[in-house]
C-alpha cells in the first residue's frame, strides 16, 4: 500500500538532508531501519484482575428466571445480552472473538474448561495462535459444571484462573438446560451476574442493553496495522472486530495484510490494493452507518474484488441495498449445515451471529449463495458478474470444520487475476507495502481496550453525555 507516496529520494537529496541540521531529525525518520518479522506487540490491558471468587452467585434474565449458583472468576458485577453457543470444544476461541463483545456466553456443552487455557504464544507471522483476540471479550461465562483441574499439553492455567485475571465474572452451578430452553423461546435476552448478592430483577436500570451501542468501535484498531507474507498479494482488511484466525487465513495464502479501522474511508486507498476484505465484528450492523457508506463507494468506483465474513457479509449487503434482521436467539455452534446454492453441495460451519441478510431484499445483480438448512436464514450472496461475494458463516473455522476454508482460495484467486489485468494497464504498479510501510506501521490492533463489563461501559457513556 502506498508504495507510490514513499518514492526513494535521489542520493543527493539523501545527503543534502543530512547535512543541513533542520533536515537531520527528518533524515533519521527516512532512514529508518527495518527489521524483518518484528513481534506483534499486545496492547497492555488496564488493570482489572481480581483474585477467583467461589462466593455465591446469581444469574438473572430480565423479566425471566432467576438461576443460583457459585462464582468460578472474577468478582465483578456485569450485564449484557445472554446468548447460548452449543459448540463441544473451543471455548478459548470463542470467548476471545470480538462478535461475542458485550454478550453472557452460556453452554450448552456440561463440562467446560477441562483441558485449561494455552499461553498466548504467537506463530510465525506474529499472530496468536490459540486465541482469536487478545483478551477475553465475552462480558461474563455461564457453564452448568466447570472444570477447575485440567489437562492439556498446552495449558498453563485453568478456565477459572483466566476469568478472573482478565476481570471477567463467571456462574457455574446452574441449570444451562433451562437457561437455553428459554433463550430459544422466548430469545436472546438480558441478563446479569451478580457475585456474593441477588439482584431485583425488577430495576431496569441493572440490565444494560449492549444493542444501543455501537461495538464496532470498541474492537476495532484505532489506527491501521499491518501483516506481512512472503507473497506479492496485498489485502486491505476492514477491522470491524477481525480475528486472528481471518488475518491468518490470508497471510498463510500468500497476502500481505494492512488492517483498518471499521469507518476507514476505504475507497479513497483501494487503488493501492490488490482485494478489500471485510471482517467479523459484534453488534446490530446499522451501528456502522459510515462502513456502509464507504463499501457504496468502493463498489462504484473500483472492480477490486471484495470478501466479507460474518457482520463484514452483512455490512456489504447494506451497501448493496439490501436489509438486515435481528434473528431471534441467533446462530452459535461448530455445527450448522449450509447449503451451497451455486453446487448443491451442503458444508457443515462454524456461526457466530445474532443478525442475518434479508435475501428477499437483494438487488438484481446479486444472487444468494449460501442458505442455512436449519433455519432457511441467508448465509452468504455473491454478485453476478463481479469478484464480489460473503459469507454469513466463518470459513476460517477456529475452532471447528474447515469444510469451506477453500472460499479463501477462491478470494484470493480472484485477487491474483485483478492483480495481473491490472498490470497489463499499468505495467509499472506495485501493490507490496513499502519496507518504510512495514516500518512505520503498528503490528498489531491499535488502542483497543479489554472488556470492562455493561455496567462500566454504560457508566462511561452516562458520563460522556454529563460532560
Not at 518479522?37 to 434474565?61: C, E, G, Q, W, Y
Not at 428466571?65 to 447460548?84: M, Q, W
Not at 446499522?286 to 457479509?313: A, F
Not at 449460501?370 to 475452532?399: C, W, Y
Amino acid at each position: 500500500m502506498f508504495s507510490r507516496l514513499f518514492r526513494p529520494l535521489p542520493l543527493g537529496t539523501i545527503k543534502a538532508a543530512a547535512e543541513h541540521p533542520l533536515r537531520a531529525g527528518f533524515h533519521v525518520r527516512f532512514m529508518a531501519t527495518v527489521e524483518a518479522n518484528t513481534p506483534r506487540l499486545t496492547p497492555t490491558p488496564k488493570p482489572r484482575a481480581t483474585a477467583v471468587s467461589h462466593d455465591r452467585a446469581t444469574f438473572t434474565i430480565r423479566d425471566g428466571p432467576v438461576f443460583h449458583g457459585k462464582s468460578f472468576g472474577a468478582k465483578s458485577n456485569i450485564s449484557g445480552e445472554a446468548v447460548f453457543t452449543t459448540s463441544l470444544v473451543g471455548y478459548p476461541e470463542s470467548l476471545t472473538d470480538p462478535s461475542y463483545r458485550g454478550q453472557i456466553l452460556v453452554f450448552t456443552q456440561p463440562l467446560i474448561g477441562n483441558y485449561g487455557v494455552p499461553p498466548a504464544a504467537r506463530d510465525e507471522n506474529g499472530l496468536l495462535k490459540y486465541f482469536e483476540s487478545p483478551n477475553i471479550q465475552a462480558v461474563g461465562v455461564v457453564v452448568a459444571d466447570v472444570a477447575e483441574q485440567y489437562s492439556h499439553w498446552t495449558a498453563v492455567e485453568s478456565l477459572s484462573e483466566w476469568c478472573a485475571r482478565e476481570g471477567v465474572p463467571a456462574i457455574t452451578g446452574v441449570d444451562t438446560r433451562a437457561i437455553v430452553t428459554y433463550l430459544r423461546e422466548q430469545g436472546s435476552s438480558l441478563a446479569r451476574i451478580t457475585i456474593g448478592e441477588e439482584y431485583d430483577a425488577d430495576q431496569d436500570e441493572a440490565f444494560v442493553d449492549p444493542e444501543q451501542i455501537n461495538l464496532v468501535r470498541k474492537v476495532s484498531t484505532k489506527a491501521p496495522f499491518h501483516v506481512s507474507s512472503s507473497g506479492d498479494l496485498h489485502v486491505a482488511v476492514i477491522d470491524c472486530g477481525v480475528k486472528e484466525n481471518i488475518l491468518r487465513s490470508l497471510v498463510s495464502r500468500g497476502a500481505s495484510v494492512t488492517a483498518f479501522p471499521y469507518d476507514y474511508p476505504i475507497h479513497k486507498v483501494a487503488h493501492h490494493f490488490d482485494g478489500v476484505f471485510i471482517s467479523n465484528g459484534p453488534g446490530d450492523p446499522t451501528h456502522c452507518q459510515e462502513t456502509v457508506y464507504h463499501l457504496r463507494k468502493l463498489m462504484d468506483s473500483s472492480q477490486i474484488p471484495i470478501m466479507g465474513i460474518c457482520l463484514g457479509h452483512q455490512l456489504l449487503a447494506l451497501a448493496a441495498g439490501a436489509r438486515t434482521i435481528k434473528l431471534k436467539y441467533g446462530n452459535r455452534a461448530h455445527n450448522i449445515p449450509a447449503l451451497d446454492l451455486t453446487t448443491g453441495r451442503c458444508h457443515i460451519t462454524s456461526q457466530n451471529h445474532g443478525y442475518a441478510v434479508d435475501s428477499t431484499t437483494l438487488p438484481s445483480e446479486w444472487k444468494e449463495y449460501f442458505v442455512n438448512l436449519n433455519d432457511s436464514s441467508n448465509e452468504g450472496m455473491i454478485h453476478k458478474s463481479r469478484p464480489i461475494f460473503s459469507t454469513q458463516f466463518h470459513p476460517e473455522a477456529k475452532g471447528g470444520p474447515l469444510d469451506s476454508s477453500y472460499l479463501f482460495d477462491a478470494y484470493l484467486d480472484s485477487v491474483q487475476k485483478h492483480k495481473g489485468s491490472q498490470a497489463i494497464f499499468s505495467p509499472k504498479r506495485d501493490s507490496r507495502p513499502s519496507p518504510l510501510l512495514v516500518d512505520i506501521l503498528a503490528k498489531d490492533r491499535v488502542g483497543v481496550v479489554p472488556t470492562i463489563g455493561m455496567d462500566n461501559m454504560a457508566a462511561q457513556a452516562r458520563a460522556a453525555e454529563a460532560a
